[in-house]
């Protein structure tokens, strides 16, 4: 509890208890409840004189961020995360105690605003790097930010709580602190905020940042502002009022209000477009809400109908929302006295996801489970924040970038920090020998050990996110061709890295290095193959070659156990002349199809409905294919009977079926997200099933996926298809 003796942060702190009291008793009991154990544990754990970086009482700065969390509805744990974001400071078993009493979501919050406030410490940016370089490092910083949580509200908190901070900075004297907080801000979190949509607190990050940044230009703009206030305010309330008369008479629900422009969006138009406060026509702003997309639309004719629209300046974000879904009619008028005037127009729902963007939407289902279909949204948002520019606009733009979505490229990625915070992407998996190369080609040549967030670990260790990572090197020193072979390394440049130092050594050494490395694989295995055919089979001109190969790394252990287990395949059987011809027909007819009783006839298994054994079959007489074997229930084959019944044979499996393989279509419907494509691919290999073919299609949130896999017989698709309607997201899995 903060210190009572200054009288100030005694009303503060009355007013503060106030406001979590009448926001206590407007929750459910079972929140409350959360709310209650959260303020009490605040209370006991921090110091009186508990202060933020900045100087700003602790408790302050918590009270008032937890509003600003409530007032986006990021749920009530969210607003007891807030306030005991700082416990693990305080308290050294605070998870247990926190989970018992405030429950398992809100130690998940905590522990997530805990990892990014002391990752803050770490993260910096060359002060003499390009300015292309700092970008790049503070998009990194960005992407790492979001890569880092499990649960989006603790980036929104976070956003807050930056806020918080940004309107303090007004009380303190230090000129650089305030300099340096300021530029941050500007950097990595106001873009953040952007492209979640989270105008509400982008807007004062923005303006907050350019006050301190910039003083002298942000006096200049917020006075122009102040002196033509009256008239400008004047001016707008006879615009909205005729505005309100006429949109009255269609019948409808709506509101219409002047919009403020704030000072750094006035300042980047100025700058943008070269023009002075006067020459800026869309200071003068006004906002038209209403209930439907149709009233939008509506009420921009009746805006149409009054005054003369700037050519241009016109924008349909409701057709096509921006890439971080934001929708609204933009469009710019030429009012009275020839005075510009933007207005905008959008649905209640619209302008509440353009305030709050992300936390616009977020709730949970009672039982503390999220809105699956929500969490969906979340992820594609999570995945536009990766991307790695702003994207345009345009639809072919937006399409790749859909795209790239459904290749699950962003999940591959996870970002570390050096020992001077510099931040580092590696694929997912990667190891500190990938970061080794990431540094410089020569620390990874040298690497012989690693440290991750100061703890010795093996070069083997998987790293994670938000890790710090040193590399131990020695003197001189080379890199070891069982770094690839044992798959210590999985990023492109520490490959090819590898191999290349591998391929300046003595080609002596180097095809003893692969013949020994070739020899243990096989050992393991437990097969002595012959050499000559192993090579063949690898695809090598010779035994030479095939060592020299697997010395420079580049023949796997999967490639080798293929290609082993190709020489071990029994042959052929041989075709004699007697039955040449029958088993070609056989063959044909996919192993044993009786048509009308005999079993020597010229069969095609028909690719509408691709009969498996155990369907219920029936043929029908091709010219060019004999009889085609359809399913009893194919919509194809019932049209050909009823124009041709003359032609239809009845038809079964024979025996000898039960030893083939049938390619069938699986058609999956599932919610969209990421992993996805690969849960479903490891279920099917879990059930035994080769994938021969995959198509997907993702669109409005929900993924359209059509597997072609070979199974023996139908009985097997029950347990197949139970399976895979296990998977996370799946709503429906039909056989075609």
């Not at 096509?320 to 469009?331: A, E, F, G, R, V």
């Not at 002596?508 to 063949?536: V, W």
Request: proline fraction near 4%; include cysteine.
């Amino acid at each position: 509890m903060v210190s009572t003796q200054n009288p100030a942060l005694k009303v503060a702190s009355a007013q503060s208890d106030l406001w979590l009291e009448q926001y206590i008793a407007s929750l459910p009991e079972s929140a409350q409840k959360v709310l209650q154990h959260a303020y009490t544990l605040m209370k006991q754990h921090y110091p009186d004189d508990a202060c933020t970086d900045c100087g700003e009482s602790l408790y302050a700065n918590l009270f008032t961020t937890a509003k600003t969390v409530a007032d986006m509805d990021l749920m009530a744990d969210a607003v007891a995360a807030t306030l005991i974001c700082y416990l693990p400071n305080f308290l050294p078993d605070w998870k247990n105690i926190v989970k018992e009493q405030c429950g398992e979501s809100v130690v998940q919050l905590v522990s997530g605003l805990d990892q990014i406030q002391k990752l803050s410490y770490f993260v910096s940016v060359n002060p003499s790097a390009t300015n292309e370089e700092r970008q790049q490092q503070a998009e990194a910083m960005r992407q790492m930010l979001l890569a880092m949580v499990s649960d989006i509200r603790v980036v929104l908190i976070k956003l807050a709580m930056r806020t918080q901070t940004m309107n303090y900075l007004s009380q303190v004297t230090d000129e650089a602190l305030k300099k340096r907080i300021a530029k941050e801000t500007m950097t990595i979190f106001a873009p953040l905020a952007n492209r979640l949509g989270v105008w509400q607190l982008k807007w004062q990050l923005e303006d907050l940042s350019f006050r301190y940044q910039n003083p002298d230009e942000y006096k200049q703009i917020a006075r122009l502002l102040d002196e033509k206030r009256t008239e400008r305010l004047d001016y707008i309330n006879q615009f909205v009022d005729t505005l309100k008369h006429q949109l009255g008479r269609l019948n409808m629900h709506f509101e219409v209000a002047g919009r403020p422009k704030h000072i750094y969006s006035i300042y980047r138009k100025m700058v943008k477009k070269k023009l002075d406060f006067k020459g800026l026509y869309d200071i003068r702003a006004v906002r038209i809400l209403v209930d439907t997309v149709a009233d939008c639309y509506a009420a921009l004719g009746v805006v149409h109908s009054l005054w003369q629209p700037i050519p241009g300046e016109f924008d349909d974000y409701i057709a096509h929302p921006k890439p971080n879904d934001y929708q609204s009619l933009h469009t710019v008028v030429v009012g009275p006295e020839d005075k510009g005037v933007e207005i905008q127009i959008r649905t209640f729902d619209m302008h509440r996801f353009a305030e709050f963007g992300v936390a616009a939407h977020w709730r949970y289902k009672e039982g503390g489970k999220g809105n699956e279909v929500y969490e969906h949204k979340i992820a594609w948002l999570r995945q536009l924040l990766e991307w790695r520019e702003n994207v345009a606009e345009a639809d072919n733009e937006r399409e790749d970038l859909s795209r790239a979505f459904q290749t699950e490229l962003f999940n591959d990625t996870i970002y570390v920090l050096s020992p001077h915070g510099k931040v580092f992407s590696l694929p997912a998996g990667a190891t500190p020998i990938d970061f080794a190369y990431a540094l410089h080609t020569d620390i990874g040549n040298r690497c012989r050990g690693a440290k991750v967030n100061g703890q010795i670990v093996p070069l083997s260790t998987p790293l994670e996110n938000g890790q710090r990572i040193e590399i131990i090197t020695a003197r001189e020193g080379t890199p070891s061709v069982n770094w690839l072979h044992d798959g210590w390394v999985k990023s492109h440049k520490a490959i090819s890295k590898i191999r290349a130092f591998i391929r300046q050594q003595n080609g002596e050494t180097i095809r003893e290095s692969g013949r020994n490395a070739l020899d243990k694989q096989l050992a393991k295995m437990q097969i002595q193959p012959n050499y000559h055919k192993l090579a063949e089979a690898l695809g090598f001109n010779g035994v030479d070659e095939m060592y020299m190969a697997m010395g420079q790394g580049e023949v796997s252990t999967r490639l080798i156990q293929k290609a082993v287990g190709t020489l071990m395949e029994k042959p052929e059987t041989p075709v004699t002349e007697t039955h040449l011809v029958r088993q070609s027909k056989i063959k044909a007819n996919s192993g044993g199809v009786l048509v009308d009783g005999e079993d020597g006839l010229l069969t095609t298994l028909a690719k509408c409905c691709k009969p498996a054994y155990g369907d219920e079959i029936i043929g029908f007489v091709t010219r060019e294919r004999g009889v085609s074997i359809h399913r009893k229930n194919c919509k194809s084959f019932h049209y050909l009977a009823q124009t041709s019944p003359d032609k239809v044979l009845p038809a079964s499996w024979t025996p000898q079926s039960a030893n083939q393989i049938f390619a069938i279509d699986l058609e999956i419907r599932a919610q969209d997200r990421s992993g996805l494509l690969r849960d479903i691919s490891e279920t099917l290999a879990r059930n035994h099933l080769n994938v021969t073919a995959v198509q997907t299609l993702s669109k409005d949130l929900e993924a359209k996926l059509r597997f072609t896999v070979e199974v023996k017989q139908v009985n097997d698709l029950p347990k197949v298809i139970s399976n895979l309607s296990d998977v996370k997201g799946v709503l429906a899995v039909t056989r075609l």
